[in-house]
């Protein structure tokens, strides 16, 4: 008997060495294709005066080149430069590796309820969906007794109100024009909310994704957080608005942002070597008829196509997945909670996590 205590004492203390990460920020860009990720520039829209801004000349110039490698490269450095040697990226179609979303609708509160709860929940069909009936990987570690108060939510999107229903979870949620740093703002967080005032509204339930970042960020040192969520969303406007210039454009901007919290995060003591990035989108967009690019949901071909990263301390750095794998939007909750060292447990079903992302 004493062995066996003894056996089950050394698995506990090596299973607790093995896991390192103690913190996450999950960030997601809306509507960003794995076409653009993996393959970088399309010319064939870089080239079609329905979507170029009258600059094509100048969207080649920044972001073409002879392979996709190259492209890509350009597009989004961070990614090919930085995950692509330390994480690992899925969902490039052409060798094999396929991510999909499981909800039927292949739009934006379906696929975050998807990403965040676990579940594919066909009651969820409209973006204008009241609060989400879910509990979400957020509200879910909110609850545990290490990471409550600890917990946090950036979107540029009015929506995540809903989508992380607020009110029921506890976790603060700052989207789209709603002011950040609480009751005690710093000047910083005075500044950003300044800005935000008075900035032009293109979008009357969507901000520019600038302010949800540096609001994100100055949340990120001020309060460290263990648990962050960061929501992006100019990729999707831009598609949506035909600007392809400008959704490149976007995206690059996301690849820097990503860039800058990452640097963050290595260079602070209370983040370094332990802190997670899971990195994805909530829906594809089409590709096969190159003029529904702008556009997603059930009836275009390809909208359920999408990709994810993960870079950590505790994730295998296997780079860009080249071999025949199919993942599924409803397994991020869980690969999540197990990067945290946890198992999400919740009133609705949830998928089971993914393996090769965790060290074992």
């Known amino acids: 008997m004493r062995k066996i205590l003894l056996s089950i004492c050394l698995f506990i203390t090596l299973f607790s060495r093995a896991q390192q990460t103690e913190n996450i920020i999950i960030i997601t860009t809306d509507g960003l294709r794995w076409q ?18 009258d600059d094509s000349t100048g969207i080649i110039k920044n972001f073409g080149g002879t392979s996709a490698m190259e492209k890509r490269k350009k597009l989004m450095p961070f990614f090919w430069n930085t995950i692509a040697t330390q994480g690992q990226i899925h969902g490039n179609r052409t060798t094999g590796s396929k ?10 509160y379906p696929g975050y309820n998807e990403i965040l709860s676990g579940y594919a929940d066909n009651r969820i069909d409209a973006n204008d969906y009241p609060p ?43 989207a ?19 800005l935000l005032r008075d900035s032009h509204k293109e979008w009357p339930e969507e901000c520019f994704d600038v302010f949800t970042h540096h609001a994100a960020m100055e949340y990120l040192k001020k309060e460290q957080p263990r648990v962050m969520y960061i929501a992006y969303g ?8 035909w600007k392809y210039k400008y959704y490149l454009n976007a995206a690059q901007q996301v690849d820097k942002w990503i860039a800058e919290i990452w640097n963050y995060i290595q260079s602070t003591p209370a983040y370094k070597n332990k802190t997670t990035l899971f990195i994805t989108t909530d829906h594809g967009r089409g590709d096969k008829d190159k003029s529904k690019w702008t556009s997603h949901g059930s009836d275009i071909e390809g909208a359920d196509e999408i990709w994810f ?14 071999t025949d794998t199919q993942y599924y939007q409803k397994q991020f ?15 609705q079903p949830i998928a089971e996590g993914i393996a090769e992302v965790i060290k074992k």
Not at 36 to 53: I, S, V
Not at 179 to 190: F, Q, S, Y
Not at 334 to 344: D, E, K, N, S, W
């Open 234 to 241: 100019e990729t999707d406007e831009r598609a949506h608005g």
């Open 176 to 194: 789209a024009y709603d002011t950040c740093g609480g009751a005690k703002p710093n000047a910083n967080e005075l500044m950003i909310n300044k």
């Open 36 to 53: 653009e990720l993996f393959k970088g520039m399309d010319e064939a829209l870089a080239r079609d005066n329905r979507f170029n801004q």
């Open 333 to 347: 909750a869980q690969t999540i909670a197990q990067l945290m060292g946890y198992v999400f447990k919740a009133n």
């Open 132 to 174: 989400n009936p879910n509990t979400t990987i957020t509200e879910f570690f909110n609850q545990q007794p290490a990471l409550k108060g600890k917990v946090g939510a950036f979107g540029a999107w009015e929506a995540f109100n809903r989508i992380l229903n607020e009110e029921r979870s506890g976790v603060p949620v700052v």
């Open 309 to 322: 990263a993960v870079i950590g301390p505790d994730t295998p750095a296997k780079g860009e997945i080249k």
């Open 99 to 108: 991510v999909n979303v499981s909800n039927r609708y292949w739009f934006s």
